[in-house]
């Protein structure tokens, strides 16, 4: 009977022959459910890459955002100095303003401080008369007042009338315009001494009396 060899399997035998079966598995995935290199290569230019700038370098909209942000701040720098530059003028102007009132002020202060003087005589007292007669609206020229004070006093501011009518009744009359007391105290002018033989108080009531009953100084030719 022939002898039958029988096949011992060792350790190396099992080790070489998983190497083989794994081997065969990969070339088997290989060849059936690996992705090839075209599919590869197509699902890398599918997807859209941006540009990314360098360290320090930058890009295009980043210039163009410091572009804008330079623009806006130039534009406020220029909107805050042309308001600072009329507020300046506002306030050059004001000061001006002030300036020229303060300068009028004081003209008038000088003005009002320093009254018009005139003579201590007759031509001095019609003409002192005549400018607050203008300022009180009481008609009458120099000429109607001289001609009336001549014909009444012949100028003097201290002539009493002692015997007409007024005088037997107690009330004579008295200075340049020969008026009674009554009608002194009745027309007195304001900002006249209240004295009926002060020449300018006289003068000045006899001339709003007249204006009252005649319509002026200057219409009266005798005794009135």
Same mark, same amino acid.
């Given at each position: 009977?022939?002898?039958?060899?029988?096949?011992?399997?060792?350790?190396?035998?099992?080790?070489?022959?998983?190497?083989?079966?794994?081997?065969?598995?990969?070339?088997?995935?290989?060849?059936?459910?690996?992705?090839?290199?075209?599919?590869?290569?197509?699902?890398?230019?599918?997807?859209?890459?941006?540009?990314?700038? @360098? +360290?320090?370098?930058? #890009? $295009?909209?980043?210039? %163009? /955002?410091?572009?804008?942000? *330079?623009?806006? &701040? !130039?534009?406020?720098?220029?909107?805050?100095?042309?308001? @600072? +530059?009329?507020?300046? #003028? $506002?306030?050059?102007? %004001? /000061?001006?303003?002030?300036? *020229?009132?303060? &300068? !009028?002020?004081?003209?008038?202060?000088?003005?009002?401080?320093?009254?018009?003087?005139?003579?201590?005589?007759?031509?001095?007292?019609?003409?002192?008369?005549?400018?607050?007669?203008?300022?009180?609206?009481?008609?009458?020229?120099?000429?109607?007042?001289?001609?009336?004070?001549?014909?009444?006093?012949?100028?003097?501011?201290?002539?009493?009338?002692?015997?007409?009518?007024?005088?037997?009744?107690?009330?004579?009359?008295?200075?340049?315009?020969?008026?009674?007391?009554?009608?002194?105290?009745?027309?007195?002018?304001?900002?006249?001494?209240?004295?009926?033989?002060?020449?300018?108080?006289?003068?000045?009531?006899?001339?709003?009396?007249?204006?009252?009953?005649?319509?002026?100084?200057?219409?009266?030719?005798?005794?009135?």
């Amino acid at each position: 009977m022939p002898r039958i060899s029988t096949l011992r399997i060792t350790r190396s035998h099992k080790i070489a022959t998983a190497v083989l079966v794994a081997a065969g598995s990969v070339s088997a995935i290989a060849a059936t459910g690996g992705p090839s290199e075209a599919q590869t290569t197509a699902t890398r230019s599918s997807i859209s890459v941006e540009p990314v700038a @360098a +360290a320090g370098i930058p #890009t $295009a909209k980043d210039a %163009a /955002a410091k572009k804008a942000a *330079e623009e806006t &701040a !130039a534009k406020e720098a220029a909107a805050k100095k042309a308001v @600072a +530059a009329r507020k300046a #003028t $506002a306030e050059k102007d %004001a /000061a001006e303003a002030r300036s *020229e009132k303060q &300068a !009028a002020n004081r003209s008038t202060e000088r003005k009002a401080v320093t009254p018009k003087k005139f003579a201590n005589n007759l031509d001095g007292w019609i003409r002192e008369s005549l400018d607050i007669m203008k300022k009180k609206n009481i008609p009458g020229s120099y000429e109607g007042l001289h001609r009336n004070i001549m014909r009444e006093s012949s100028g003097n501011p201290n002539a009493v009338n002692d015997w007409d009518i007024n005088a037997q009744n107690g009330i004579p009359s008295k200075g340049l315009l020969q008026v009674i007391q009554p009608t002194f105290d009745a027309y007195h002018v304001k900002g006249t001494p209240k004295k009926l033989t002060d020449p300018v108080a006289n003068i000045t009531a006899a001339a709003n009396y007249a204006a009252d009953r005649y319509g002026s100084i200057d219409n009266v030719d005798s005794a009135y």
